[in-house]
C-alpha cells in the first residue's frame, strides 16, 4: 500500500472556492458520469440537502456531485449553483427534454468565525470551475476555511482547523478521503495517540482533554460537525458504498473526541467512481484509515 494524490483516482474532480474575509468556503467533488452513492450521519445535527436520495428505498442509483461547505443551513443554498454549473455542461439525469445533476450537500457551522456572509451559488459554481484544474489543497480552504476545533470553552481556547485529503493505492484498488473538520474536540493521531490540535490549556502551551472538560462542564456547546467523502475506483452499488461511509465513521471515532454527540452533524458520503473488482470490508477498512489520515492533515495543514 502505498500513498497517492487523490487526483490520480480516475472519473472524479475535487475543487474549492472560499472567502477568507468571511471564513468560509465550499468544496465540491464531482463525477460526470455519475456516482453510486452512500451515505452515513451520525450527528444529531445535520445540515444537509438530497442526502434520501441515498436512502436504499429511494429510485436514485447515482449523484453527480456532493458539495461540502459551511454557513451551517444557510449555505444550503449553493447546491443550486453546483446544478446550474453541471446543467450548462449538459451533465445529470435525462428527464424527458430535462437535465437534472444529482447534487447532495452536507455543512458545517462557521458562523461565529467571520464576516456575516454564508456559501451561495456563486461561490459553488467557483468550486466547480476550481474542480476543472483538478488541483485540490488542504488547509484553511474551501469547506474548511472557517472550520475551528477544541470550542468547549469558546473561541479564546479553540484552534483553526481545515480541509483534509488523503488517499492510497493497494495494488489496482485507490481510496481517498476529503475532509472538513469542525470538531467541539480533540483531534486525535490515529497511530500516535497523541492530541495534536484542541481545546487550549490556561497559558496556551499545550492541550487540556476535551473529553475531561466535557464531563466537568456536563453539557455540550453548539456550532460542531465535520462532514467528508470517501472516493474509491472499487465497483460498488449504493447499498455497498453505504457500508463504505458506515465503516469509514471509523476514522471519525479514532481521530475525534468526543464524536457523533446530539450538537454535531457528522457525515460521511462513500462515492464509487471506477470498476476495480473489490471486497467491500477491505475498502471500508481502507475508508476508515484514509479518512483518519485525512483529519489529521486537516489540522497539520
Known sequence: ????????????????????DARTGCTVVI???????????????????????????????????????GGSAFGL???????????????????????????CQSCIFD??????????????????EAAELNEPKSGRVGAGAGATVGKLLGPD???DSGLGIYA????????????????????????????????????KTGFRDSEKTLYELAEMRP???????????????????????QMAQDGYARSLRP?????????VYAMSVGSVESNVDLVGTLAARVMAAAIRNAVRS
Open 1 to 20: 500500500m502505498r500513498e497517492i494524490s487523490i487526483t490520480e483516482i480516475e472519473n472524479v474532480k475535487i475543487g474549492s472556492a472560499e472567502d477568507m
Open 31 to 69: 463525477c460526470e458520469q455519475g456516482a453510486p452513492t452512500g451515505v452515513d450521519v451520525r450527528g444529531g445535527g445535520p445540515a444537509s440537502r438530497e442526502t434520501e436520495l441515498l436512502s436504499q428505498q429511494a429510485t436514485c442509483d447515482r449523484v453527480h456531485a456532493v458539495l461540502l461547505s
Open 77 to 103: 443554498d449553493a447546491a443550486g449553483g453546483v446544478m446550474e454549473y453541471l446543467e450548462n455542461k449538459g451533465v445529470g439525469l435525462p428527464v424527458g427534454s430535462a437535465i437534472v445533476p444529482l447534487v
Open 111 to 128: 458562523l461565529l468565525v467571520g464576516k456575516n456572509l454564508r456559501p451561495d451559488k456563486e461561490m459553488a459554481k467557483r468550486a466547480c
Open 157 to 159: 481556547f479553540s484552534m
Open 168 to 203: 492510497v493505492q493497494l495494488g489496482e484498488l485507490k481510496v481517498g478521503a476529503v475532509v472538513a473538520v469542525n470538531a467541539s474536540g480533540d483531534i486525535i493521531d490515529f497511530e500516535s495517540g497523541d492530541i495534536i490540535a484542541g481545546l487550549l490549556n490556561d497559558d
Open 223 to 245: 456550532g460542531n460537525t465535520t462532514i467528508g467523502v470517501i472516493i474509491t475506483n472499487a465497483k460498488f452499488d449504493k447499498s455497498r458504498m453505504t457500508k463504505v461511509a
Open 259 to 267: 464524536v457523533h454527540t446530539t450538537m454535531d452533524g457528522d457525515t
